[in-house]
């Protein structure tokens, strides 16, 4: 079989990020439309990922964000989306680039999506600089608490993930997808 060297799957993962993207700066631009909402997944290490120290030292791997009520200053450029949150009654500050976002799901639709995250020299050989980002409209004000969950092994065994939720009676299950489904096996 001939080498991939158009990188279909670089190519693929780059346009669903785009999905993401093209998701928050319609937040942005209008709120969360109905019962919308959002678990963002991102890896903490990965190139131009910007948090506190104290948030790096409790998920120094990967955290998992959510976007529903408790929410400030949500901007979104090209390559990254900035959110104001609030951990245990501190507010935060985040910076996350598109390409450190390992999963992002809707649960009020079931759907999702999982994406691999570029290591830094990869980041940088895609142009993954991240420019600083204005604030949007004071529109999406903080109303209910955000809840951070960690992403590892044991917060999955002691309370699963809207998507492991058994759909109701009648009601169709949505699946996440990983992108390594469709690749070469080699």
Same mark, same amino acid.
């Given at each position: 079989?001939?080498?991939?060297?158009?990188?279909?799957?670089?190519?693929?993962? /780059?346009?669903?990020?785009?999905?993401? %993207?093209?998701?928050?700066? #319609?937040?942005?631009?209008?709120?969360?439309?109905?019962?919308?909402?959002?678990?963002?997944?991102?890896?903490?290490? &990965? =190139? @131009?990922?910007?948090?506190?120290?104290?948030? %790096?030292?409790?998920? =120094?791997?990967?955290?998992?964000?959510?976007?529903?009520?408790?929410?400030?200053?949500?901007?979104?450029?090209?390559?990254?989306?900035?959110?104001? $949150?609030?951990?245990?009654?501190?507010? *935060?500050?985040?910076?996350? =680039?598109?390409? !450190?976002?390992?999963?992002?799901?809707?649960?009020?639709? *079931?759907?999702?999506?999982?994406? /691999?995250? +570029?290591?830094?020299?990869? &980041?940088? !050989?895609?142009?993954? #600089?991240? *420019?600083? $980002?204005?604030?949007?409209?004071? +529109?999406?004000?903080?109303?209910?608490?955000?809840?951070?969950?960690?992403?590892?092994? /044991?917060?999955?065994?002691?309370? =699963?993930?809207? &998507?492991?939720?058994?759909?109701?009676? @009648?009601?169709?299950?949505? +699946?996440?997808?990983? $992108?390594? &489904?469709?690749?070469?096996?080699?």
């Amino acid at each position: 079989m001939a080498e991939d060297l158009i990188r279909y799957d670089v190519l693929t993962q /780059e346009a669903l990020r785009g999905v993401v %993207r093209k998701v928050l700066t #319609e937040v942005v631009r209008a709120g969360l439309p109905g019962d919308h909402h959002f678990y963002i997944a991102f890896d903490t290490g &990965a =190139p @131009g990922v910007r948090i506190s120290s104290r948030l %790096r030292e409790r998920f =120094p791997e990967e955290m998992t964000i959510i976007l529903q009520h408790q929410f400030w200053d949500l901007a979104v450029t090209e390559h990254a989306f900035e959110v104001g $949150l609030s951990f245990s009654g501190v507010p *935060e500050r985040l910076l996350v =680039p598109f390409s !450190a976002v390992k999963g992002f799901f809707d649960p009020s639709v *079931e759907f999702g999506m999982t994406f /691999e995250v +570029a290591r830094e020299a990869e &980041a940088t !050989a895609a142009g993954a #600089e991240v *420019e600083t $980002l204005k604030p949007a409209p004071p +529109a999406l004000t903080p109303v209910v608490p955000v809840q951070v969950k960690p992403v590892d092994d /044991e917060a999955k065994e002691a309370a =699963p993930p809207a &998507a492991e939720a058994p759909p109701a009676e @009648g009601e169709k299950s949505a +699946a996440v997808v990983s $992108l390594d &489904a469709f690749r070469k096996k080699t």
